[in-house]
């Protein structure tokens, strides 16, 4: 594991202590989000309540996790490559100590194997003449190249080549020139994308969310203070009171009096990640006041109506498809049951080099109750199938226990196009559904039917409109430009006329 310890002084040295022990990526079978992102301010340790936070949100990010905290006009950072827990175990008195303060922001990172480095991890920090800046994000600046270049030019120099560095230089340059109001809108006005975002700036602490309203990020009250993260399981960990969603668009500070709206950029429309709703989020999440969990409910439901199937069982892929099944149990009446056991220790997958080794780790990872599955005509439920390799073996397992038949059913409509804005969907040969139909998935992964929900389903579970909602890897329809990637369908939806 590699930690990094980063102590800002103005005016004074800067100190990088790098220490070396273990690290491992993780190679997930589903795609993965890329960042949470944490910030508090209070009376209490901005430090444990950060860790707390970053706990509950391990999920959306598990290769790096870092905190940085503003105290007595300096800024400490302490990251490092791997879990929160991993990274922030076992500190000696003195690190701790370091960390202390009662304002500060979090991050959790996920990156595709080959950007898995320490360079890249959050939060990141720069000073300037204004002071101290150090954001944490999720998402992805479509534009970060051509920005970057244009910085550049200004003679600014970056260190990384992540997106994120850019958006910290935009609000550091616009906002040390203009103040925090005209210099975030300046930002934001060149910034096109994805970015939920949790800044510190000189010990005040700033939440601000991309005008698609892309990835979520939410607003608490704690018994002693206030808190933004990614998602309100968090809050709910923290004992906090759910103010709002931050809004797409608008920049907020966090004070020890309450919460400011300082800036509302609007948009014509939103553009919500659907993939949240279906996988990311943890299901105890409300995000944009829907409710994850209940969604996940409404696409089983709806994926019994639109592909009802006689069978004897419903059984979840564990843990993705669990509320998605129950759904189609409820509304299709045919009985639920968990026939398909996940080891609890196994969820972290390290990359596997082949498919071979891959195949063995998902074989570690599930097996089947075999009571449960022989003899039957069996329903199997998942939230999405990226790769397929997955599916195909899990299909193989039933079969082998017994199973009379096997219907897939899948609570999201098929995955065909890569997502630009902070999920590592990069290509579309990785996609088991492109140019493929679902007849020809079903042979692939050797089921008697196999089903997708549909886009219409999709959204009417989510309980918003079609315009409220990213649906860009489905469609091929990105709601904001993508450079270098010419679909006539790209929309130039952002506007920042108020
Ligand atoms: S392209 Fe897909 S995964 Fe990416 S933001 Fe849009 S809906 Fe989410």
Known sequence: MVIIVITLERRGALTVDIQLPESEAIDGQKPNDHCAVAGY???????????????????RGQESAGIAIFNNGIMNVRKGMGLVNEVFANLSPDQIMHLDGNVGIGHTRYSTAGTKTMENAGPFIVTNSAGYFAVSHNGEITNADKLREELMKQGLTFSTTSDTEVLLMELARNISLYGISNG???????????????????????ALRDPLGIRPL?????????????????????????IRDVRPGELVELTPNGIFHILGVTSKTTAHCMFEYVYFARPDSVIDNVEVFQTRIRLGKKLAEEFPVDADVVVPVPDSGRAQALGYSIASGIPYSEGLIKNRFSDRTFIMPTQEKRAAAVRIKLNVIASEIKDKRVVLVDDSIVRGNTMKFIVSLLK???????HVRIGSPPIIAPCYFGVDMKTRDQFVATGRTEDDI???????????VSIDGLVESTSMSKNELCLGCLTSEYPAPIPGVAYPEQKELESFTS
Do not use: W
């Not at 975002?197 to 700033?206: D, S, T, W, Y």
């Not at 082998?400 to 096997?406: N, T």
């Not at 992964?445 to 089903?451: C, E, K, P, Y």
């Open 41 to 59: 301010l209070g009376k209490s340790s901005a430090y444990s309540s950060l860790i707390t936070i970053l706990r509950t949100l391990q999920h």
């Open 442 to 452: 079903r042979d692939l992964v050797g089921a008697d039917s196999l089903r997708y």
């Open 184 to 206: 975030t809108k300046l930002a934001m006005e060149k910034m096109k994308g994805a970015y939920a975002v949790a800044l510190l700036f000189n010990g005040r602490l700033f």
């Open 400 to 406: 082998k226990a017994g199973a009379k038949e096997v």
């Open 218 to 242: 939410i607003l608490g009250k704690t018994p002693d203070g206030y808190i933004v993260a990614s998602e309100s399981c968090a809050l709910d960990v923290m004992g906090a009171e759910k």
